[in-house]
């Protein structure tokens, strides 16, 4: 969908908008603030009748200035309705407090982003990851992973699996509709595919293909599970071009992974996919192109989503448009047969084969 190419606003309202941006950490930190200290909860449970700022005070032990500050803050984001000194709790407020996939992404933003984002434009510059460094010295986000502090993993998984599990249901039966045998997960990060796939399929074997730390996680998550002796791990740096990817394998998936790459790097990981994949193996890329939304606050999500990538993840890698995949496919000698979009939340899957046939 193209959202972007006419003007939205006029000369008043876009400077209203471009002030909103100027005090967005302040609202991003004044909603969370009104949510966890319980300030829209009291608010919603007083229903269309509205509370009073001291009301508010004496219920959460709060100093009816902080309160005042805070509720009037949420006013101004439209978090909060006001009539006759009561507040009530508007439709975004709502959101605030019960929506998964906003608290999902303000955790996300708030442990995993919000220190490390100070350094954006260094990383711009750079093309190197400079906000990892509030973490620890790596060189991107996946060496951190397995050491980074606890409830930065939380955040970030939670992130990471809300988008993919919705997809994987929908995706699974439309990778085993060409009836695969041997499965190789490139990035298979916690091992969730490899173990929806082998319940879902009682004869298919996986094979995890990621960085060591990435497999002992993987691992370690699927020695309980009745199916995991179906699933073989492969230690492999993708980031090293003279790794090559197993063999044997009549479907290849990846997902949520070239993401994590850039198009130069993407372009080599295709190539040695390409290298070991039979004319009749199939090739299931999911990912999330922002220019392939149904709603314009989806795309909106992926396009700030693509500067984690440049300055905590990696320093050269984003949400892609669908059409730099296509090209990166089209360079490393593969092609998409089938294209497939509005699986899950925001996913398109590309089934793909080798050129030549």
Request: net charge positive; with cysteine.
């Amino acid at each position: 969908m193209n959202f972007y190419s006419k003007e939205k606003h006029s000369a008043v309202n876009a400077k209203f908008e471009a002030q909103k941006i100027a005090f967005a950490p302040f609202v991003f930190q004044a909603a969370r603030a009104l949510k966890n200290l319980g300030i829209l909860e009291v608010i919603e449970k007083s229903g269309e009748a509205g509370i009073l700022a001291p009301e508010i005070s004496k219920k959460i032990g709060l100093s009816n200035y902080g309160v005042k500050v805070l509720v009037e803050a949420g006013l101004g984001m439209g978090a909060l309705l006001r009539v006759e000194e009561k507040y009530s709790l508007a439709k975004i407020g709502y959101f605030l407090l019960h929506d998964e996939m906003t608290q999902v992404n303000m955790d996300f933003v708030q442990d995993v982003n919000y220190q490390g984002f100070f350094h954006l434009e260094e990383a711009v510059t750079t093309g190197k990851p400079k906000g990892l460094k509030i973490f620890g010295n790596w060189p991107t986000v996946y060496q951190a992973l397995a050491e980074l502090p606890a409830d930065v993993q939380k955040s970030w998984f939670a992130f990471d699996h809300f988008y993919s599990d919705g997809a994987f249901k929908e995706a699974l039966p439309l990778v085993f509709k060409n009836k695969p045998r041997k499965l190789l997960d490139v990035g298979g990060n916690t091992g969730r595919w490899a173990l929806q796939c082998v319940n879902y399929d009682p004869r298919i074997q996986v094979t995890i293909a990621d960085l060591p730390r990435q497999l002992r996680m993987a691992e370690k998550n699927l020695k309980k599970e009745k199916a995991s002796e179906r699933v073989n791990y492969h230690a492999i740096d993708l980031l090293n071009v003279n790794e090559k990817f197993p063999t044997g394998h009549d479907a290849i998936w990846m997902s949520q992974f070239l993401d994590c790459f850039s198009q130069k790097q993407i372009i080599s990981i295709l190539r040695r996919a390409a290298e070991v994949m039979k004319q009749d193996d199939k090739l299931y890329i999911l990912e999330t192109y922002w220019n392939r939304q149904k709603y314009e606050a989806a795309a909106f999500c992926l396009q700030q989503t693509s500067l984690y990538f440049t300055c905590m993840a990696n320093g050269n890698s984003q949400m892609y448009h669908s059409e730099d995949m296509k090209a990166c496919l089209d360079a490393a000698g593969m092609k998409v047969i089938e294209d497939i979009d509005n699986i899950g939340i925001s996913h398109t899957l590309f089934k793909c084969i080798k050129k030549g046939r």
